[in-house]
């Protein structure tokens, strides 16, 4: 299938309001107007007249936007709503020639890597008479409550071992599994509309085309060794775990190399283009940079092998003694008062 979350959120929305927003803004509880309309690949400035005529700055953040009482005014503006779902239902329209043309029956099987299972939603919805079933590497806690037609399976079931091993490389697996081709944005006489990002495209070419080769040359290995010694699914399950463990606390060179030059389409949901990238030598020995950057950092080992921090750590972990050892000191200070 040809689909992403811009290419199928879109076309879900019965109705354009809070509550099918929430889908969304469960997620991402920050958003700008311009960076929703692009969630749903539509041009916001189509509706500047009503944007601006409830004074909103479409490029401001809003934090919970559902509270926020110029959305709500527009949200209850029945001629925006009525243009806005019109264009919604003709893109519906357009991804359900897409779904014609693959002579979908009563059920799909859906394969994919994780890890809400949002696209496989989107998708019951558009086909509400179809069955979905997906299977997936690992799966969180659903943000929203799933359509009655969605089963979905995952085989890392464990929710503590998903959170510290699986969670941290979720850009990393992501990153496998990258299209040189661009992301799908749209239909369009059933066919889907890609968007390419020139740094992307050029960024899965040049690093993530010959890992996916050395993949399926590592499958048809692998399928012809387990039809002598089959591999039982708890088997399968610890050596997943153990090699996400491994890979996640002692990263190689080469993977955290690639993981940092990495460029991807995230404009679903935060509308940006995300670029990775390595310290300079001025910033190294900034230590609160790099204690700032470390804590929003999801992967800590790999920015500080890729960055050959190794002293970093220790004047974490010095820096946060001697802070121990100041309060230590002013609560004694206080006592002997």
Known sequence: LEVSR???FGPSIEKFDIQNLLRLWSQYRSQSLKTLFKSINIDYR?????IY??????????????????INQLLMDKEFITEIE???HENRNEELKYFKKLQIKNKMFLVDIGWRGSIQDNIAKILNNV????????LFERYNIEPDNVTKYALLNDLKKNYEYVAPLITLLELMFNSPS????????GKSIRKIVKDESEFNKTYIKPIQRGIFDGIKYINETIKDYPLSEEILVNKTYDKLKEIKTYPSKEIVDIYFKNVHNDIFGSGKIVKKGKLSFKEKINIFKVRNILKNEIWKEGFIKVNNLK???LLLKVKGAMRIL?????KHSEDEI
């Open 46 to 50: 189509k509706f500047n007249k009503y």
């Open 182 to 189: 661009g992301s799908v944005i749209g239909y369009k006489d």
């Open 131 to 138: 069955e979905t079933y997906g299977f997936y590497l690992a």
């Open 86 to 88: 019109k264009e919604l």
């Open 6 to 8: 811009v290419a199928t």
């Open 53 to 70: 005529r409830y004074k909103i700055n479409p490029k401001k953040v809003i934090s919970e936007p559902w509270f926020d009482h110029k």
């Open 311 to 313: 002293v970093v750590p």
């Open 326 to 330: 100041i309060k230590k000191r002013k």
